[in-house]
């Protein structure tokens, strides 16, 4: 092989080599630019995740407190009223009747009416 067409050859080569080398940069570049892009986008959605638990976590608090005055709206409680029940038990409601009794005030209706309540409330709660 004359040395000319060995100089050929080898130029030939470092061309390629070259142009190969261009383009793997190349395609380097834009792999760092996709990927660049892509932590943004991953970022921008950390971000809206974050926000969401952040959403979530004060919806969890807000059942948490419904759910604490839904029991107590079971059991009769008012929290307005200091936690005292609104509801009468069997000995409360005794001591009704014996106070708005009609023989205690003179067989007046609003009595007899009142002790008619209770006692059917009474039977109610049994």
Do not use: C
């Amino acid at each position: 092989m004359s040395l000319s067409k060995w100089l050929k050859a080898k130029l030939d080569v470092t061309e390629r080599y070259k142009a190969l080398y261009t383009q793997a940069a190349k395609q380097r570049d834009k792999m760092i630019g996709l990927f660049e892009k892509m932590k943004g986008m991953y970022e921008e959605q950390q971000v809206h995740v974050d926000r969401q638990r952040v959403e979530i976590n004060i919806q969890r608090q807000q059942l948490v407190l419904l759910r604490g005055e839904l029991a107590q709206a079971r059991r009769g409680i008012d929290t307005r009223s200091g936690g005292e029940s609104t509801q009468f038990d069997q000995e409360e409601i005794r001591k009704l009747i014996w106070l708005a009794h009609p023989d205690k005030h003179d067989g007046k209706p609003a009595a007899q009416e009142m002790t008619q309540k209770l006692l059917r409330m009474r039977h109610t709660i049994q």
